[in-house]
């Protein structure tokens, strides 16, 4: 990591925070600080990050009954820089989905937590925050995955601790991305979410074959499970290409003569050896020099 990043853990973000989903990883950040760091903030004073990784914000209207009811439980997280507009004091770092309810819930102020990081960091963070959701979609886990690889250097190992999964789930997910982009249109079209699903796909030989057994998935509701034991079926059932076999009575060679279709004529075979035997001839006599 650079030495912003070092200096960012000194501020009180925990190395390679391992997030949990039952308990919020702000809680961690407060209490590793040497001084508090929460506030109160007016929502006038705060403004939504453009660069955020979070595209959608989705349904807030549980969300709004809940901070009327009860106020924002969880604080947003919030840095300083140096180009906010005239009026703004904070940039949300993560927090978004309650910045908008609280907006609407009519709320004066939000807790907040304050941390001297930069743009980068800040991301980092919002990624790391992010894949902690539950409403992901396969595709939008595999990229916020890619991008702490890409953007922060994140090993495998370092992505597993920081998002609380096993290293083999990072790198399962992560292959989802190899999917052609007709049948990752077809996915989100089908709305086929089970992961273990998609990679079971992915091993299929085409798009065509890929989007057959999307369809099968989507309509029947197979798991991972069924999709294998149709491969396997599937696989049993096909017809092997015929072999011609022929041995030396003397044991001196062995022909095998292998066609692509599964049934042979005898007719076929004979005049497939005529082939080679004519091509032999004519190799014979143009004789060596003239090959």
Do not use: C, W
């Not at 396969?138 to 090993?155: K, N, S, V």
């Amino acid at each position: 990591m650079s030495e912003s990043s070092a200096n960012k853990r000194r501020a009180g973000l925990p190395q390679r925070v391992r997030m949990r989903h039952t308990e919020h990883y702000v809680e961690e950040l407060s209490s590793r600080s040497e001084t508090p760091v929460g506030k109160m903030v007016p929502l006038s004073e705060i403004e939504p990050d453009p660069n955020q990784p979070r595209t959608t914000i989705g349904d807030l209207q549980d969300l709004v009954s809940s901070i009327r009811d009860k106020g924002v439980l969880e604080p947003l997280l919030v840095r300083t820089p140096n180009d906010l507009p005239t009026g703004k004091n904070f940039r949300i770092i993560s927090g978004e989905r309650r910045y908008q309810a609280s907006l609407e819930a009519g709320m004066y102020e939000v807790p907040v937590i304050v941390l001297e990081v930069d743009a980068d960091e800040a991301l980092e963070i919002a990624l790391i925050e992010n894949l902690q959701r539950k409403d992901l979609t396969p595709f939008e886990e595999a990229e916020g995955y890619q991008a702490l690889a890409d953007r922060h250097g994140y090993t495998h190992e370092q992505i597993s601790e920081a998002v609380g999964k096993s290293r083999t789930v990072i790198t399962e997910t992560l292959q989802l991305l190899k999917m052609p982009p007709k049948v990752r249109d077809a996915v989100l079209a089908l709305g086929v979410n089970s992961k273990s699903v998609l990679q079971e796909i992915l091993k299929a030989k085409s798009e065509e074959e890929m989007i057959q057994l999307l369809e099968k998935a989507a309509t029947l509701g197979l798991s991972r499970d069924d999709l294998r034991r149709r491969t396997r079926r599937r696989t049993s059932t096909r017809r092997k290409p015929y072999t011609f076999a022929f041995k030396a009575p003397d044991k001196s060679y062995r022909l095998n003569l292998t066609f692509r279709r599964s049934t042979v004529e005898r007719t076929d075979l004979i005049q497939a050896l005529q082939e080679i035997l004519e091509q032999l001839r004519q190799e014979e006599s143009e004789g060596p020099g003239e090959a």
